[in-house]
């Protein structure tokens, strides 16, 4: 409800979305990322070192676009000899969704900077 503000969004794995949007939605939430860089469950399950996701993301992505109620996007952090070769997997994913694909560089962290993505959404 501030002057101005015209979306409030999160990033997520989207492992606990499900249980948490509806009051998410209730706060004013109207765009979300979600964090999947890969489609192959047992990589994914690394990524997010949890057993037994099973892909709650892919899932959590198919919910929302089929749901149309929110602004989505995916953000794939493409890594060599990781997941380069998901790239048109992700395409053919999402080509007929109403989601925003977003590939990402990775950029190792090394502990001693920290860096901050600020992106536009246009409507």
Excluded: H
């Amino acid at each position: 409800k501030l002057e101005g503000l015209k979306t409030i969004a999160v990033t997520t794995n989207g492992i606990n979305l499900t249980r948490l949007l509806p009051r998410l939605k209730e706060a004013g939430l109207n765009a979300i990322n979600i964090s999947l860089d890969t489609l192959v469950p047992a990589k994914f399950e690394f990524i997010v070192r949890r057993k037994g996701t099973n892909l709650s993301s892919k899932a959590t992505v198919l919910i929302l676009a089929g749901m149309c109620l929110l602004s989505l996007q995916v953000n794939c952090v493409v890594m060599r000899g990781f997941n380069e070769d998901e790239v048109l997997d992700f395409v053919d994913f999402t080509k007929d969704l109403p989601v925003d694909v977003r590939f990402i560089e990775y950029m190792p962290f090394d502990g001693k900077y920290c860096c901050f993505e600020i992106s536009s959404w246009t409507e």
